[in-house]
């Protein structure tokens, strides 16, 4: 857009101004790069469309390869379906994925809609179909082993967003509920229920607020039978950078004998951080991160804590926050290590 003023004779006190509105390209192409010390290293690629039918549907195709996941994923959301403020969203997704707890190669899908009541709540449903092969690492039996299944679900989920900014809020909290109920086939035949409960507040300190106290806690749990009949890549774990962050990912929580998560049906995660201007481009960020996953329904309060400390460097840019964190475990057990680092783009939470 390219606005200039132009003189208007008739009247010398005012002048008109002449705008020039150009759209802008529908395409963008895009790579970047990830790290963290329990993943390794991650490259990301993608190619994606605005305007693919000429009312603003957007299209995403990704490419993911990383020391613990190959992946190729498709997005498509066509806004304002059947209604305003109410889009169709469509995913499907390849991966061959390797963390430390298993080995899952698996192909998904889903279709559903987001409808949004104002600025500040959106709902979301779907369906969604996975076929998976699944390979057990932890050394306990009966969990040990293959699995083969296919899922059928419904995920859901109601989000709430009073916050100031999406990937720097200063101001503000958000909140979110998901259930996602869910059957599988071929295999352990199995209905079940997952279910996430998670709040995030923040408050800026200071008249331009260059410090920022930031806190999040998260409660997951899983409604099903017995724990081994349960499929390993739909299990709960915890621990990594969206979580708690002194942990690798996976891990924080109870290790079989060779020191490999065996998963939960709950969890619980709390977080709390200083956010601290230095400059208008740099910051630091101490923080004390902790919680576990848990072999019951239901957090168990009284069973052990895992908790850490780190801090944190960012460079703000126009876009978002460039984020480095190095963590430690306060609880260290022998298969922890030291020191976590963890390097990306935008806050932890």
Known sequence: ??????????????????????????????????????????????????????????????AEVGQQIDAFRANFRRPDFL???????????????TPVAYRSRRAL?????????????????????????????????PMSGTQHYQLAGLPSYVKFDATDNLLNPTAGYRAQLAVTPAHTFAGSNLTFASNLIAGSTYWGLGAEDWTILAGKLALGSLDCAQLSQLPSDQRVYAGGGGSIR??????????????VPIGGKSSLVLNLEAR??????????????????????????????????????????????LRLDLATPLHKRSGDSPVQIYISLGQAF
Request: net charge negative.
């Open 276 to 321: 601290v201007k230095i400059t208008d481009t740099i910051g630091i960020v101490p923080f004390v991160d902790g919680g576990s996953y848990y072999e019951s329904p239901l957090p168990q309060l009284g069973r052990t804590f895992l908790y850490g400390v780190g801090l944190g460097l960012r460079y703000y840019t126009a876009f978002g926050p």
């Open 246 to 259: 002194p942990y690798g990912y996976q891990m924080a929580g109870p290790l079989a004998s060779n020191n």
């Open 83 to 97: 209604t305003v403020d109410q889009d169709f969203l469509a995913t499907a997704e390849i991966a061959n994925d």
């Open 109 to 141: 899908a889903t279709a559903g809609i987001e409808r949004r009541f104002g600025r500040l709540v959106s709902f979301g449903v779907s369906l969604e179909g996975e076929q998976a092969n699944v390979v057990q690492l932890a050394s306990v039996k």
């Open 1 to 62: 857009m390219q606005i200039t003023p132009v003189a208007d004779p008739d009247n010398p006190g005012d002048v008109q101004m002449k705008i020039d509105a150009t759209e802008r390209s529908h395409r963008t192409v895009g790579a970047g790069l990830a790290y963290n010390t329990s993943q390794g290293f991650g490259a990301r690629a993608f190619w994606e469309n605005r305007n693919l039918f000429g009312n603003a549907e957007y299209l995403r195709l990704s």
